[in-house]
């Protein structure tokens, strides 16, 4: 595709900058596929999302809000952050209190998020709070980093860098990821033949398609239910490690895992085409392989095989449901109405209200997946933290 055809594009204009950033990472995808030409579709993922450089979170064109590529519920109201404060507090009365209580986020973006939980966690006064922060993305780190920095101040929690769950060993606390999982690199399969088979990206000087992997079906630890012939499905290896990486290090505490998904079932019944999409300043692509690094792919999360890797990790599940029950759980209401009354004048208070109704039904796909390991009260005295 030359400048022209790209400009005319519906997702276009392209700067002279993102021309140049597509051309080198499709360079650079043609020289890990060699010499077959295609690449798993994993790897494809994560290359367009995270290459050094060149990915699409490696970029500014993974800003996020109305000029940014995409919303977040942290976004929409601050009350998303401090129903999630509200329930680290109740976690950290619950392990009675642990100094230190190290609160690891995981997937930081710009730190909306943490600024949103440290604010709240400062106004209540929560002692021995640490507060990690781990964003593979150079610039989004940076730019968390400096602002849940500045909602600490003043305070004695400490806020600081991280490579990842478990980059400083076993900790009691909490891990928190918000929209992580559905950005984390997915397989496809396709049901073929009565078995499932791999599907990787044929990648060359032209477009790049989607092409069915030689060799045998897919390994039995990947394959999903039965399908009718040609559904297609997403799986992350990488979601259940991420999982198994909190059972390995989380002494006592709670991992708090919000995204959108469905359970398998539902995802092979419901989206037989899988659910792979793309986006670029808020508008779906037509084509998801097409501006490889320009675009935010991402697929539902599927929470059977999320849920089964917990359960092999070791850790328990407390509690699985919509966003909108969680947040209700957690003092969505109380927080509302607080902030109504805080409100100078009804047209800011209107606000205030839809705000936290977008979080209620806007976000009605998301699901929250509470996880912790067995017995988290003694491991927490245990640890003599």
């Known amino acids: 595709m030359d400048a022209a055809e790209r400009d005319s594009d519906p997702l276009g204009p392209f700067t002279d900058a993102e021309r140049a950033r597509e051309s080198a990472l499709r360079e650079r995808l ?48 601050p009350l998303f952050a401090r129903a999630i404060a509200a329930r680290l507090s109740e976690e950290h009365g619950r392990l009675g209190r642990p100094d230190p209580f190290t609160v690891v986020e995981v997937g930081a973006g710009d730190g909306t998020l943490a600024a949103g939980v440290i604010g709240e966690l400062k106004r209540r006064g929560l002692p021995g709070v ?4 781990v964003e593979r993305a150079p610039d989004l780190a940076a730019e968390a980093l400096g602002r849940a920095a500045e909602a600490a101040a003043g305070s004695p929690i400490e806020v600081r860098p991280s490579g990842s769950v478990g980059a400083e060993g ?32 044929a990648v060359g000087p032209g477009p790049f398609t989607v092409e069915e992997m030689t060799g045998p079906a897919a390994p039995t630890d990947l394959a999903l239910g039965p399908a009718p012939e040609g559904t297609i499905a997403e799986i992350s290896p990488a979601s259940e490690a991420f999982v ?13 895992l919000i995204d959108y998904g469905e359970e398998e079932e539902r995802l092979l019944g419901g989206h037989p085409r899988g659910t792979l999409a793309a986006v670029r300043h808020h508008r779906a692509a037509p084509d ?10 991402s697929a539902f999360v599927n929470f059977t095989r999320l849920r089964a890797a917990a359960s092999r990790s070791g850790l328990s599940e407390t509690a699985f449901r919509s966003q909108a029950e969680a947040l209700l759980a957690w ?26 109704k977008n979080l209620l039904v806007g976000f009605d796909r998301f699901k929250v997946l509470e996880l912790a390991p067995p017995d988290a009260t003694a491991g927490a005295a245990r640890s003599g933290r």
């Open 130 to 133: 640490v507060y990690r922060l």
């Open 331 to 356: 003092g969505l209401e109380a927080s509302l109405d607080a902030e109504a009354r805080a409100a100078r004048g009804a047209e800011e208070e209107v606000r205030v209200r839809l705000a936290a």
């Open 288 to 297: 998801p392989l097409a501006h490889p690094g320009l675009l935010d792919l």
């Open 170 to 201: 076993p900790f009691v606390g909490a891990v928190v990821a918000n929209e992580l999982l559905d950005a984390l690199p997915f397989r496809r399969l396709v049901r073929r033949d009565g078995a499932w088979r791999e599907l990787g990206v």
């Open 244 to 256: 198994r990486e909190i059972g390995d290090h989380l002494e006592a505490g709670t991992a708090l």
């Open 30 to 77: 043609e020289g890990l596929a060699r010499p077959t030409g295609l690449l798993r579709f994993d790897r494809f993922v994560d290359e367009a999302l995270y290459a050094e450089g060149l990915g699409f979170y490696a970029s500014r064109a993974a800003s996020i809000g109305p000029r940014g590529a995409f919303y977040t519920a942290p976004r929409v109201s």
